[in-house]
């Protein structure tokens, strides 16, 4: 299991490298990472997956609190936030396969890019879970190239990190 660490910062050089630090100095596996600027342009989002086992992640939270950029820091539970992530997939394609990925694309929602002689490229937008899935279901026809952001997150519900 993941646990999500939402963390508001103050958006200047040099801060996502002063939090990911931290976590390196503990030797914790950083699983996703997305960063962004909110509605407001001099604070940015930074969105953080790390294994659930991760018996020292309120030292890091504690830790990541002292660090003068950042504004804030909530750990969001699984069952309590909105995450998607952003996928595209290139496969290769040939005249007999095309449909099948198409139907691929139709049952798991995600959208054909482009398409070559010998390749299509594919993006979907979903849950960590549900882009493992169509990643596996088009294992078969060569999988030739996966880009895959990090996920994005937000508390469900009236509440929110501010």
């Not at 939402?6 to 200047?12: A, M």
């Not at 005249?95 to 959208?111: F, H, N, S, V, W």
């Not at 490229?121 to 169509?134: C, R």
């Amino acid at each position: 299991m993941k646990q999500t660490i939402s963390v508001l910062v103050e958006n200047r050089a040099g801060i996502l490298s002063r939090v990911t630090s931290l976590f390196a100095r503990r030797a914790f596996n950083i699983d996703s990472l997305a960063v962004g600027v909110t509605d407001d342009p001099t604070i940015s989002r930074i969105t953080i997956l790390v294994d659930d086992e991760v018996s020292d992640i309120v030292q890091v939270t504690s830790q990541l609190n002292k660090l003068v950029e950042v504004i804030k820091i909530r750990i969001l539970e699984q069952t309590g936030i909105i995450s998607r992530e952003l996928m595209i997939i290139k496969v290769e394609a040939t005249p007999e396969t095309r449909q099948e990925i198409m139907t691929a694309c139709d049952i798991m929602g995600a959208k054909v890019e482009d398409v070559t002689p010998t390749t299509m490229t594919l993006v979907i937008t979903s849950s960590t879970e549900h882009l493992d899935i169509f990643q596996e279901i088009l294992r078969p026809f060569n999988i030739l190239e996966v880009s895959r952001t990090g996920a994005a997150a937000v508390q469900k519900g009236s509440g929110y990190l501010r």
